[in-house]
């Protein structure tokens, strides 16, 4: 049975891809970008930790001294503003990486571009039949899944990190207070690497998640490839652009050779193989330019203005485009072949009428598209 036209089975192309990314829809995962902070919170408070509590024992030792000229110029506002300025380094080296990491998460799954509608006003957000559905439908069953899932996971690490930590945190009690200090430290960091690790854990299972989910979200049907088809081919601004493109390469290195052109060989829609003929410049016909895709439909055009005969030859057309380069003359074997199209050429020049000679090109100088030979 074939498949219903609306029935959505085929993978997203690029442009719906792209079309989603500026609506907002775009890979995201929450899940990586938690994982992120937490490493690289815990990464920094085990090596720059003792750097902002050193300043803010500072702070505090400087807040808890007093001299007389302290009493009798004691303003509120100067003192603030130097505990703040103390703490303020340690601080920033820490708000804003995690800032910029929060942002470059998120970033690298939107292909760099940031989505603005993403925090735009939308009614459906606060409308409760969506949220309802939200709670309720697959995306929350889904959700709630991975809530659990944390939850169990985190749990369980947090439950085994307490059980090899236990003996230390119960001697905590014990010693001066430095050592307490540096023990609780120790477990802190501890605590926060385990809790990292297993967020890293669920982030990695998480984005190829999402990646499933937005793939399927954006799949296409039969009527939806067609369409996008049939805009980007017969949408004026896709044809306007084609044919800039094609007149910018016309107008570079293709126009000359063009203007010395005597004819054009075609594939008629792949190739274009321009040349002449000189007796006095060379023994047999020579390829002034030739090209394929977008430089051969640029040279189509430039011929179609300057009035140089277009011969449509698909066999031909491929045999010199694989075996001459520009500015040389052709091989031996197509001597022949192009000596039947020199006489066409010259007749129509004469203003006759003849029919297009039967070119015979040999085995050997026979190719595909794909410059395979044997075709």
Same mark, same amino acid.
């Given at each position: 049975?074939?498949?219903? +036209?609306?029935?959505?089975? !085929?993978?997203?192309?690029?442009?719906?891809?792209?079309?989603?990314?500026?609506?907002?829809?775009?890979?995201?995962?929450?899940?990586?970008?938690?994982?992120?902070?937490?490493?690289?919170?815990?990464?920094?408070?085990?090596?720059?930790?003792?750097?902002?509590? =050193?300043?803010?024992?500072?702070?505090?030792? /400087?807040?808890?001294?007093?001299?007389?000229?302290?009493?009798?110029?004691?303003?509120?506002?100067?003192?603030?503003?130097?505990?703040?300025?103390?703490? $303020?380094?340690?601080?920033?080296?820490?708000?804003?990486?995690?800032?910029?990491?929060?942002?470059?998460?998120?970033?690298?799954?939107?292909?760099?571009?940031?989505?603005?509608?993403?925090?735009?006003?939308?009614?459906?957000?606060? @409308? &409760?039949?969506?949220?309802?559905?939200?709670?309720?439908?697959?995306?929350?069953?889904?959700?709630?899944?991975?809530?659990?899932?944390?939850?169990?996971?985190?749990?369980?690490?947090? $439950? *085994?990190?307490?059980?090899?930590?236990?003996?230390?945190?119960? =001697? %905590?009690?014990?010693? @001066?207070?430095?050592?307490?200090? #540096?023990?609780?430290?120790?477990?802190?960091?501890?605590?926060?690497?385990?809790?990292?690790? /297993?967020?890293?854990?669920?982030?990695?299972?998480?984005?190829?998640? #999402?990646?499933?989910?937005?793939?399927?979200?954006?799949?296409?049907?039969?009527?939806?490839?067609?369409?996008? @088809?049939?805009?980007?081919?017969?949408?004026?601004?896709?044809?306007? %652009?084609?044919? #800039?493109? #094609?007149?910018?390469? +016309?107008?570079?290195?293709?126009?000359?050779?063009?203007?010395?052109?005597?004819?054009?060989?075609?594939?008629?829609?792949? !190739?274009?193989?321009?040349?002449? *003929?000189?007796?006095?410049?060379?023994?047999?016909?020579?390829?002034?330019?030739?090209?394929?895709?977008?430089?051969?439909?640029?040279?189509?055009?430039?011929?179609?203005?300057?009035?140089?005969?277009?011969?449509?030859?698909?066999?031909?057309?491929?045999?010199? *485009? $694989?075996?001459?380069?520009?500015?040389?003359?052709?091989?031996?074997?197509? *001597?022949?072949?192009? +000596?039947?199209?020199?006489? !066409?050429?010259?007749?129509?020049?004469? /203003?006759?009428? &003849?029919?297009?000679?039967?070119?015979?090109? &040999?085995?050997?100088?026979?190719?595909?598209?794909?410059?395979?030979?044997?075709?």
């Amino acid at each position: 049975m074939s498949e219903s +036209a609306g029935e959505k089975t !085929f993978a997203p192309t690029e442009k719906r891809r792209r079309d989603a990314a500026t609506k907002g829809d775009v890979l995201r995962s929450r899940e990586l970008s938690t994982a992120a902070v937490m490493l690289f919170g815990a990464a920094w408070l085990a090596f720059a930790g003792p750097w902002l509590l =050193g300043d803010m024992a500072d702070a505090l030792r /400087g807040g808890l001294t007093f001299d007389r000229n302290a009493i009798d110029n004691f303003s509120v506002g100067s003192t603030l503003i130097s505990l703040l300025l103390s703490v $303020f380094p340690p601080l920033a080296s820490l708000a804003v990486p995690i800032m910029l990491l929060t942002v470059v998460s998120q970033l690298g799954f939107s292909d760099g571009r940031w989505v603005g509608s993403n925090i735009a006003f939308k009614g459906s957000r606060i @409308n &409760p039949l969506s949220g309802l559905k939200r709670m309720f439908g697959m995306t929350g069953v889904i959700e709630m899944g991975k809530g659990l899932l944390k939850i169990a996971l985190l749990g369980g690490i947090a $439950f *085994y990190w307490g059980s090899s930590w236990l003996e230390t945190i119960a =001697g %905590m009690g014990k010693g @001066n207070l430095s050592q307490q200090l #540096q023990a609780g430290w120790g477990a802190l960091i501890s605590l926060l690497f385990a809790l990292a690790a /297993g967020l890293v854990a669920i982030a990695l299972i998480d984005v190829p998640i #999402q990646w499933v989910r937005r793939m399927q979200r954006l799949k296409m049907s039969h009527q939806d490839m067609r369409d996008e @088809n049939k805009e980007a081919e017969g949408s004026p601004e896709a044809k306007a %652009m084609r044919r #800039q493109r #094609q007149r910018e390469i +016309a107008m570079g290195g293709v126009a000359p050779a063009m203007r010395e052109a005597q004819f054009v060989l075609t594939n008629p829609t792949h !190739f274009s193989v321009a040349m002449t *003929y000189d007796p006095e410049k060379a023994s047999a016909p020579i390829v002034l330019a030739k090209g394929r895709g977008e430089k051969a439909m640029a040279m189509r055009e430039l011929a179609h203005e300057l009035g140089v005969p277009m011969i449509e030859l698909p066999q031909l057309a491929r045999s010199v *485009y $694989f075996t001459t380069r520009e500015n040389q003359t052709i091989r031996e074997e197509l *001597y022949g072949a192009l +000596a039947s199209v020199l006489a !066409f050429v010259y007749s129509l020049k004469r /203003g006759e009428m &003849p029919s297009l000679p039967a070119i015979d090109v &040999p085995l050997e100088l026979r190719f595909d598209a794909e410059g395979r030979l044997g075709s």
